[in-house]
């Protein structure tokens, strides 16, 4: 199959396109482990997730641009392109991620707060009704419990000054 000069050129920007794109895929692994601070079997496992999204993503670059044949300058284009977007445009992406991540954050702690607000009121009004008929009813129970203690020690001490006069 013959290919024009129009046609590779094509093909290289996909490849350079493609290569821009896994880049920021990269720079969106990277901003959520600065957050998540996974763990080293996590970390592996997520690479090799990567990896596997990188090679599903230039399977279909090249599938589609260049029916599936693949080129060196394809190789190179994919190179030239992560390596144009981490010396322009990377350090900005991660930059907006990071304000994105925590923006997300704010507003999901804040629903958050808002939907636990009358799970909290409830919990309160239980809590201090249960503590409102309970604490009188232990404090008695527990006066009851101590005079009851004190009539067996100062019964045990009778019985036992009985017990050493005879």
Same mark, same amino acid.
């Given at each position: ?9 094509? +093909? ?7 290569? +821009?794109? !896994?880049?920021? /895929? %990269?720079?969106?692994? @990277?901003? !959520?482990?600065? %957050?998540?601070?996974?763990? %080293?079997? +996590? ?31 394809? $190789?190179?284009?994919?190179? *030239? ?7 322009? /445009? ?9 304000? $994105?991540?925590? /923006? &997300?954050?704010? /507003?999901?702690? &804040? ?14 009004? !239980? %809590? #201090? ?7 009188? +009813? ?5 006066? !009851?419990?101590? @005079?009851?203690? *004190? ?5 045990? #001490? ?9």
């Amino acid at each position: 199959m013959e290919f024009s000069i129009a046609q590779e050129a094509y +093909v290289f920007l996909a490849s350079a396109l493609c290569g +821009v794109f !896994i880049s920021v /895929i %990269y720079d969106v692994l @990277r901003v !959520i482990r600065l %957050y998540a601070k996974t763990s %080293y079997a +996590v970390t592996n496992i997520e690479d090799i997730i990567f990896w596997f999204i990188a090679l599903i993503i230039m399977f279909f670059t090249v599938f589609y641009t260049n029916y599936g044949y693949v080129r060196w300058y394809e $190789f190179l284009g994919v190179f *030239l392109g992560a390596l144009l977007y981490f010396l322009t /445009i990377s350090k900005t992406v991660c930059m907006v991620l990071k304000k $994105f991540i925590e /923006i &997300f954050f704010k /507003i999901f702690v &804040f629903f958050c707060k808002i939907l636990l607000t009358p799970l909290v009121f409830t919990y309160n009004i !239980i %809590y #201090k009704s249960i503590l409102f008929i309970f604490v009188p +009813v232990f404090k008695f129970f527990q006066k !009851i419990i101590r @005079r009851f203690v *004190l009539k067996i020690k100062s019964g045990c #001490k009778k019985t036992k000054t009985v017990l050493i006069k005879k």
